[in-house]
């Protein structure tokens, strides 16, 4: 990747929006401290920058040092203007297949990100509810490597009919020969996308999915609502994630993958990254070459990896830079414990500043940070029955074919 026109294009599509991110101090009476009618609360200055999928994710790829190219919907609002000029602003090819929808309103997020607490967002989807697969011209995918989706889940075209649009998306990328990643976010429960059948959805749309990682809270949410609500009693809401243990991972990383995933994960937070890959040797044959050409490191693999200490700014698009990371390992072909470490390293840095990919590097120097013996935090899962390599400094599964 020295010389640019050797690097890897990837397509990077679906959601973005403008993120106004507060600057907020923290207090003694903690989040509920603010949250109170007619309060004035004082905050610092606000970080004002993309967010979303495509540009967190897509710009992440962008500082790692890939061809990256990004299609999303603005409106052609004040909001609409800044987002582009923000692409531009970091490089102009970034911004050069973006859509532009006339008389609709932008999307935009109010982060709240307290310290010590999970993010909140008030969020308003705009122009990303009429993107559909006619917005991704075939043209865009040529000479590519890898194609991204993220946040159908806030995108109102993406959910309808079952999914049908969202399985139109992947089924043209396959068709282009591409390897294919999706991603999610937790749709709002008291919306039509958050009363919508997932599960359903990813059984349609899954089987066109090489890569596939959401979050606990959001794989759990879609898979299991009885599950979620009884982790939701029993942790309280901002707390899901003390449910995740070795089993449970076990469990929903299989069910992904028999639905048709390639390669399945989950992100757990600061808990670290779970990976499992298909026992199928068809499917990942039929993947593309970035996996079907190390399809014997894939194939039933069954991995767990902690994060990486850092001290943290602010979790704003950490899960998006993640997948980053990961993909990044993809289009090296490295194995699956370096291209955990990548991912987490890489979303690791994310968190070192508010914004979503401004504390992010060049892929040189995250594994030179890897190299130099970068920390990580003290197992804070349960993962009986899993063994630990300690060559790789990661757990494998009971199903890991190397267990």
Known sequence: MNKKEEKPKVVVAGHICIDIIPE?????????????????????????????????????????????????????????????????????????????????????????????????????????????????????????????????TIMKKMYENGGAELEKVFRKAKKAGLVTSLDMSRPDPDTA??????????????????????????????????????????????????????????????RMTGMGATVAGIKIGDRGLCVRGTTDAARLKKAGVLLSANAAKWRGRMIYAPCFQVKVAGATGSGDSTIAGFLSGLLEGASPETTLATALAVGACSVEKPDAVSGIPGLGKVRERIKKGWRRHPLKLDLKGWRKDEENGVWLGPDDVNY
């Open 24 to 152: 907020l101090k923290k207090r003694a009476g903690g989040l509920e401290s603010i949250l109170i009618p007619g309060k004035l609360v004082e905050c610092g200055p606000a970080v004002l920058s993309t967010g979303g999928a495509v540009s967190n994710t897509g710009r992440a790829l962008h500082r790692l040092g890939f061809d990256a190219r990004l299609t999303g919907k603005t409106g052609d609002d004040a909001f609409g203007r800044a987002i582009l000029d923000l692409l531009r602003s970091e490089d102009p090819k970034l911004a050069e297949s973006m859509i532009v929808a006339r008389g609709e309103a932008t999307s935009y997020s109010m982060v709240v990100s307290f310290p010590g607490v999970d993010r909140i967002f008030i969020h308003c989807p705009g122009a990303n509810d009429t993107f559909t697969s006619a917005d991704i011209p075939a043209g865009l995918l040529e000479g590519a490597s890898l194609f991204h989706f993220g946040y159908p």
């Open 193 to 254: 996308a958050g009363k919508t059948d997932w599960a359903a959805i990813l059984e349609r749309v899954l089987p066109y999915v090489d890569v596939f990682l959401p979050s606990f809270e959001e794989i759990v949410f879609m898979l299991d609502r009885k599950l979620y609500r009884a982790l939701e009693r029993k942790f309280g809401p901002p707390d899901v994630l003390e449910g995740a243990e070795g089993s449970l991972l076990c469990e929903l990383t299989g």
